[in-house]
């Protein structure tokens, strides 16, 4: 029991905002023999510890060889993944060569089945026998992808221990809920845990865990070293946290900008240009390397070394000074030297979504957004407007303003005008927030009312035009005062 106890505190030391969980999951474990579950959903969103928390789990509290872990991403086919479960509990590793080979061939289900009630041959006089005494465990991660592997798969796992009469506990950790799991012909219904999304406070422990506990020793040019103390790792973790938590939710990609930008922000402190406790004067200095890492490294545009290269250039030129833009401003828009706003990739598809609900009538949603119909039927149903409208007339709805829209017409013009799929970390009702905080949006509906707001459009025809062409969008065919 001392030896759990101190699993449990120790897990919850490294894990912060995770100790219901440890609790539960150390409380179904139980002992090394006694029955467990047959199944277990940890779900939450990605970065949310479920993979690292229940690896170390359980490494720490039962032997290796009694839990196989699978990546389904990895092990894609119902055989890849029952050959490495049998391999990792028979504790067999293939040589680098036969990689792929496994100690026992399992082409479907029945032969993994009956690899688990008879056992696996090991050579001429040992069998192992999986689940007889002991509990084994085997984890799926990514199980979304079970969905993809048969309709036989999943239900047959959710019941493992049942039907191969062993003491087997299959754990699935997965971004979705487990009603997305559920199929027509039902299935045995495994414990869900969640893991909700960190706190501020338990994001701000994870980053500064990165650094040392005992802080660092920083030179300095010509006056020897200086101490930086957990204090001054909390306030850049602050910083770091404040600028970039509302477009960017996964905490790896936090803790990959921290690694990237904590150099460049102590660089004034290194050269004698700033002090530890100036922290107000380090964030000024820093500006500029958090804008450009806003702009590019989230969206991946370019590597983290051409990154480096840029941030590295950008200080042997001097620019520092000549960067003076506000805080509050710099997670969501910036300034480049040709004096176009840039925009987080998908933001600015939103404002043009948003400036095309505007100034175009609903009734051609269709006509312009319906990817199904093709240039001719829409010349062919095209509304043939006279010269004075196309010239600026009296109808022209450029010259009569915005026009207020629902925020659902908004986005369903918004998911018919980008190509490509969205990432589940796109938060689309923070982006219309930070929009509406940047007056490029304003409300029109009260704020008390939930249901059916309304916003318009705040921007000009030359600054839309502006980012549409940023993103190579020709904004002048879906307009109705331009067809």
């Given at each position: 029991?001392?030896?759990?106890?101190?699993?449990?505190?120790?897990?919850?030391?490294?894990?912060?905002?995770?100790?219901?969980?440890?609790?539960?999951?150390?409380?179904?474990?139980?002992?090394?023999?006694?029955?467990?579950?047959?199944?277990?959903?940890?779900?939450?969103?990605?970065?949310?510890?479920?993979?690292?928390?229940?690896?170390?789990?359980?490494?720490?509290?039962?032997?290796?060889?009694?839990?196989?872990?699978?990546?389904?991403?990895?092990?894609?086919?119902?055989?890849?993944?029952?050959?490495?479960?049998?391999?990792?509990?028979?504790?067999?590793?293939?040589?680098?060569?036969?990689?792929?080979?496994?100690?026992?061939?399992?082409?479907?289900?029945?032969?993994?089945?009956?690899?688990?009630?008879?056992?696996?041959?090991?050579?001429?006089?040992?069998?192992?026998?999986?689940?007889?005494?002991e509990t084994r465990y085997l984890v799926l991660d990514r199980a979304e992808r079970l969905r993809d592997m048969g309709t036989t798969i999943l239900p047959a796992l959710l019941r493992l221990s049942e039907i191969s009469q062993r003491n087997i506990c299959v754990i699935l950790l997965s971004t979705i809920v487990y009603e997305k799991f559920r199929t027509k012909s039902g299935s045995y219904e495994p414990l869900v845990i969640r893991f909700p999304e960190y706190s501020k406070e338990d994001t701000l422990q994870i980053l500064r865990r990165d650094f040392s506990e005992d802080g660092m020793e920083l030179q300095i040019e010509d006056k020897g070293t200086v101490h930086l103390n957990d204090d001054f790792f909390r306030s850049f973790s602050e910083v770091i946290y404040s600028i970039f938590f509302q477009n960017c939710k996964d905490l790896n990609e936090l803790r990959h900008l921290v690694a990237l930008l904590f150099p460049l922000f102590i660089n004034p402190i290194?050269?004698?240009?700033?002090?530890?406790?100036?922290?107000?004067?380090?964030?000024?200095?820093?500006?500029?390397?958090?804008?450009?890492?806003?702009?590019?490294?989230?969206?991946?545009?370019?590597?983290?070394?051409?990154?480096?290269?840029?941030?590295?250039?950008?200080?042997?030129?001097?620019?520092?000074?000549?960067?003076?833009?506000?805080?509050?401003?710099?997670?969501?828009?910036?300034?480049?030297?040709?004096?176009?706003?840039?925009?987080?990739?998908?933001?600015?598809?939103?404002?043009?979504?948003?400036?095309?609900?505007?100034?175009?009538?609903?009734?051609?949603?269709?006509?312009?957004?319906?990817?199904?119909?093709?240039?001719?039927?829409?010349?062919?149903?095209?509304?043939?407007?006279?010269?004075?409208?196309?010239?600026?007339?009296?109808?022209?709805?450029?010259?009569?303003?915005?026009?207020?829209?629902?925020?659902?017409?908004?986005?369903?013009?918004?998911?018919?005008?980008?190509?490509?799929?969205?990432?589940?970390?796109?938060?689309?009702?923070?982006?219309?927030?930070?929009?509406?905080?940047?007056?490029?949006?304003?409300?029109?509906?009260?704020?008390?009312?939930?249901?059916?707001?309304?916003?318009?459009?705040?921007?000009?025809?030359?600054?839309?035009?502006?980012?549409?062409?940023?993103?190579?969008?020709?904004?002048?065919?879906?307009?109705?005062?331009?067809?």
């Amino acid at each position: 029991m001392n030896d759990m106890a101190d699993s449990s505190a120790e897990l919850k030391r490294r894990f912060p905002g995770r100790s219901d969980q440890i609790d539960t999951l150390l409380s179904l474990m139980g002992r090394p023999a006694d029955p467990t579950v047959p199944s277990i959903l940890i779900y939450g969103h990605s970065s949310s510890g479920k993979t690292s928390l229940v690896r170390d789990l359980l490494s720490t509290t039962i032997a290796r060889k009694q839990w196989a872990y699978i990546n389904c991403i990895e092990r894609h086919t119902p055989r890849m993944m029952f050959e490495h479960a049998v391999n990792e509990w028979c504790s067999w590793s293939p040589s680098w060569e036969n990689q792929f080979t496994s100690i026992a061939r399992i082409d479907n289900l029945n032969d993994f089945l009956c690899v688990l009630k008879e056992g696996v041959s090991l050579n001429q006089h040992a069998t192992e026998m999986i689940g007889d005494k002991e509990t084994r465990y085997l984890v799926l991660d990514r199980a979304e992808r079970l969905r993809d592997m048969g309709t036989t798969i999943l239900p047959a796992l959710l019941r493992l221990s049942e039907i191969s009469q062993r003491n087997i506990c299959v754990i699935l950790l997965s971004t979705i809920v487990y009603e997305k799991f559920r199929t027509k012909s039902g299935s045995y219904e495994p414990l869900v845990i969640r893991f909700p999304e960190y706190s501020k406070e338990d994001t701000l422990q994870i980053l500064r865990r990165d650094f040392s506990e005992d802080g660092m020793e920083l030179q300095i040019e010509d006056k020897g070293t200086v101490h930086l103390n957990d204090d001054f790792f909390r306030s850049f973790s602050e910083v770091i946290y404040s600028i970039f938590f509302q477009n960017c939710k996964d905490l790896n990609e936090l803790r990959h900008l921290v690694a990237l930008l904590f150099p460049l922000f102590i660089n004034p402190i290194r050269d004698g240009r700033a002090k530890p406790h100036e922290t107000a004067k380090l964030f000024k200095l820093a500006q500029p390397y958090f804008a450009e890492a806003t702009d590019k490294l989230y969206l991946r545009e370019i590597s983290s070394s051409e990154w480096a290269k840029r941030t590295s250039e950008m200080a042997d030129a001097k620019t520092t000074a000549s960067h003076t833009v506000d805080a509050s401003v710099i997670a969501a828009i910036r300034t480049n030297a040709k004096g176009d706003f840039d925009l987080p990739y998908y933001t600015k598809f939103l404002l043009i979504a948003s400036y095309l609900a505007s100034y175009n009538p609903p009734r051609f949603d269709v006509r312009y957004f319906a990817k199904v119909a093709d240039e001719k039927k829409k010349r062919k149903r095209g509304i043939h407007k006279s010269a004075s409208d196309k010239s600026g007339g009296k109808m022209r709805q450029q010259l009569l303003g915005p026009k207020a829209f629902p925020v659902e017409r908004m986005l369903a013009i918004f998911y018919s005008i980008i190509d490509d799929k969205l990432d589940d970390a796109i938060d689309i009702p923070i982006q219309i927030t930070s929009l509406t905080t940047l007056r490029l949006l304003l409300r029109t509906t009260n704020m008390d009312k939930l249901d059916g707001a309304k916003y318009k459009c705040n921007v000009s025809f030359d600054f839309i035009r502006g980012v549409a062409r940023s993103v190579r969008f020709e904004i002048d065919k879906y307009l109705f005062d331009f067809i």
